[in-house]
């Protein structure tokens, strides 16, 4: 008996292990799915921050005092490339998938093991763009864009595992959005017309073509890269008849509606966040529908304004510089709709209310610093300094990272059937929102009096701003603490139950589930009525 | 649930098509890329030989063009034009030339690349002959007088007074292309 015992409870923990690995890994669940992107995005989040953390304790002082350049480099390249593939894009895509069947009155996703392969492919991924940290010689250290030749003649051999984990980000990417666009257009519930989705819906599927166009764009450039650094061809190198500034055409072709891609499923979120708190429905959504289509058009034409410097012609300077113009007006139109949606609502200011005003204000400060770089002229100033550093970090910081925290917590209830702890919400709210400011305001001044990117020392007059900033760069990075203690709490269901609806003034299919979302829902398509759910 | 999977397919189809489309294009920007430098001159880049014809020259105004030279990368070769700049009429010929001696201690083959600043003034600068239409090989020791023959097309703004044309010496031992004629003097 007790040489038996041990092997039944050996068995039975064989037998759990098997039940989560087939729970987990091979899980065609859009709620699973959805949860796995969730973890992922978390922890690389938690990753690229720590370098972030080492980027600003190197600039706290001048002079040189943890890292070395070379290693500060790899830094600011890893940081850059893991939070917008690992951290941005990931939530935005888990988002996707848990919410948009639940929103539209569909049972899963249309192609449910398509949406397994496209998430499973993702981790190993940035375990390739994590490993070339520990290669003999440098990891990538060329900053995110990786210019040619930079990337090309002058990479270090860890710059292939960088090329093949883009192609693996890519081809995920590409699965996710074919799958995002099928679900959309074919399995809405019956009676629910595209003008009746939720806008959530609406930000992705627009999104999602963005994706479909230019990641191939950007697995060719890195494709081109590859056979430039190993088989001969020069597309990027003049000695064989290349062009570098092709690189960057190329590039920033991808490059522009990136940008679109991270904002615009944040656009989503704080356009269906910002009615449930003011309890109006959400104003001009018509409008809104098309401000998202016409940014996302618009995005095409923009890209050479990351290159008035390279000497480009005048007349595409002007080109560029007005079409960018051009992107603030359905920019403003979404701004104004959401100010107009406040507008004598009946609001309060919950956690996920408070990270959507919170970003409709810092997300336009972003936007107005977006304007002064699209001038030519001041944009010659500005370029490769500091001010580019904030004006980045404020659309993507509390842009498309305050988004993503209002949507934690906003439909965290619905995800685990507990409301997470308001106080500790408003406590990473305020101490978030606050030395967000610290960190990057500071950074528009560092580069308006010429401080560039990329250094990891800098001239003695800079010292002040560069203290502030990293003191703001620091509490920031500990609030995060509290949202991830927040939302462990809330998982083990440590705090109050969620009702159904969750939220008094939410309005839409995903609150007619029970809390939290059952592993199944919609197995027969719901009945919809347009006015019982605030899309119109 | 069987109408959807058929209307699944169809979407997906359409999709991977465009995603294959659009690889394609990402390809296609190559070429499309070369073409438009060359005829807009954007990039600073001059275009291919040119047959010269019976230019007007425009005797009321003087241009000056500059040479420049540089090198890319370290690479152990003396690299300079004869003359620092001429003076010339719009639609005028000149003959200038470069000189180029490989100290590299081996048999190398090199590329020169043009530029012109500024870029939009591209376009007017015609070459009839030019030692960067080829690339150039050289023994170890070898230096050699490099021509280029051009003229400034008279149709160049009035208000241009001065032009900069400056070649950069690539290593192009990788991308050779066919065995050089050239024979440089030993010096």
């Known amino acids: 008996m007790s040489e038996l015992a041990p092997a039944i409870t050996n068995r039975t923990f064989t037998n759990k292990m098997l039940a989560f690995i087939k729970r987990w890994l091979f899980s065609t669940n859009h709620k699973d799915i959805g949860t796995l992107y969730f973890i992922l995005s978390g922890v690389v989040f938690f990753i690229a921050g720590m370098m972030a953390m080492l980027i600003r304790a190197e600039l706290y002082q001048p002079g040189l005092q943890f890292v070395q350049p070379d290693f500060y480099n790899q830094m600011i390249t890893l940081h850059g490339l893991m939070m917008i593939f690992g951290v941005v894009m990931p939530f935005f895509t888990g988002l996707a998938n848990w919410m948009i069947p639940l929103m539209l009155g569909a049972p899963d996703m249309a192609l ?15 375990l390739l763009l994590i490993l070339s940290l520990l290669l003999p010689g440098p990891a990538p250290n060329f900053g995110w864009t ?23 980000m890519g081809i995920s990417s590409i699965l996710g959005a074919i799958n995002i666009i099928a679900t959309i257009l074919n399995l809405r519930t019956p009676g629910m017309r595209l003008m009746d989705m939720p806008i959530f819906c609406w930000s992705w599927l627009i999104t999602a073509f963005l994706l479909l166009a ?14 430039d650094r190993h088989f001969g061809t020069s597309f990027f ?30 656009f989503g979120v704080i356009s269906q966040i910002i009615p449930t708190f003011s309890r109006k429905p959400l104003f001009g959504y018509t409008f809104m529908v098309y401000a998202i289509a016409g940014i996302a058009i618009l995005s095409f034409l923009v890209w050479a304004h990351h290159m008035f410097v390279t000497g480009i012609s005048l007349g595409a300077e002007l080109f560029f510089m007005y079409v960018t113009m051009l992107i603030a007006v359905p920019t403003g139109v979404k701004v104004f709709n959401w100010v107009s949606t406040m507008w004598r609502g009946a609001m309060t200011f919950e956690t996920p209310m408070l990270f959507a005003v919170g970003f409709v204000i810092l997300f336009t400060i972003g936007g107005f610093s977006g304007l002064m770089l699209s001038m030519v002229p001041a944009d010659f100033q500005y370029h490769d300094t500091y001010f580019v550093v904030a004006h ?22 619905k995800w685990t059937g507990h409301m997470y702890n308001e106080v500790m919400g408003k406590w990473h709210f305020w101490l978030t929102a606050i030395s967000v400011n610290v960190t990057f305001f500071p950074m528009h001044f560092l580069g308006l009096a010429g401080m560039p990117r990329r250094i990891p020392d800098y001239a003695l007059q800079f010292s002040d701003f560069n ?3 990293s003191i703001g760069a620091f509490v920031f990075g500990a609030a995060q603490l509290l949202l991830l203690y927040n939302i462990i709490q809330t998982v083990r269901g440590k705090y109050k139950k969620a009702t159904d609806q969750v939220w008094e003034g939410a309005k839409g299919l995903e609150w007619t589930v029970a809390s939290p979302a059952p592993h199944h829902t919609f197995s027969t398509p719901p009945k919809f009525i347009p006015e019982q759910h605030g899309s119109k | 649930m069987a109408v959807n999977k058929v209307k699944n397919k169809k979407t997906v189809l359409i999709l991977i098509v465009f995603v294959v489309a659009m690889f394609g294009f990402g390809y296609a920007l190559v070429p499309l890329y070369n073409v438009l430098c060359n005829i807009t001159g954007l990039n600073g880049k001059t275009s291919g030989q040119y047959a010269y014809g019976s230019n007007e020259i425009d005797k009321s105004r003087w241009v000056t063009v500059e040479f420049d030279a540089s090198k890319n990368a370290h690479l152990p070769w003396k690299f300079y034009p004869l003359v620092r700049k001429v003076k010339l009429h719009p639609g005028e010929m000149k003959r200038i030339a470069y000189y180029a001696e490989n100290d590299s201690g081996k048999t190398m083959t090199v590329q020169a690349i043009p530029s012109v600043t500024p870029g939009e003034m591209a376009i007017y600068l015609k070459k009839t002959e030019c ?15 490099m021509p280029m023959v051009f003229h400034l097309d008279p149709s160049i703004p009035k208000h241009i007074k001065r032009i900069t044309l400056s070649y950069t ?12 004629s050239n024979t440089g003097r030993i010096k």
Request: hydrophobic share 50%; net charge negative.
């Open chain 2, 131 to 145: 030692f960067c239409f080829d690339q150039q090989t050289l023994k170890n020791g070898e230096g050699m007088d």
């Open chain 1, 237 to 266: 190198n003049p000695a064989g008849g290349g062009d570098p500034l092709l690189f960057q055409h190329l590039f920033w072709f991808f490059g522009h509606p990136e940008v679109y891609i991270i904002i615009l499923p944040a």
């Open chain 1, 214 to 227: 230019v990641m191939p764009v950007l697995a060719g450039t890195v494709t081109m890269m590859l056979t």
């Open chain 1, 112 to 126: 449910p093991r398509l949406n397994n392969l496209s998430f499973w492919i993702l981790p190993f991924a940035f």
């Open chain 1, 392 to 413: 980045f970090h404020y659309v993507l910081v509390p842009g498309a990272l305050f988004s993503a925290f209002a949507a934690i917590y906003y439909w965290l209830p």
């Open chain 2, 169 to 180: 010496l690539f290593d192009a031992s990788k991308f050779k292309q066919k065995p050089s």
């Open chain 1, 146 to 168: 990786f210019y040619a030749p930079l990337s090309t003649q002058y990479g270090p051999p860890s710059t292939d595992y960088m090329i093949f984990a883009i192609h693996l």
């Open chain 1, 467 to 469: 203290a502030i900033a």
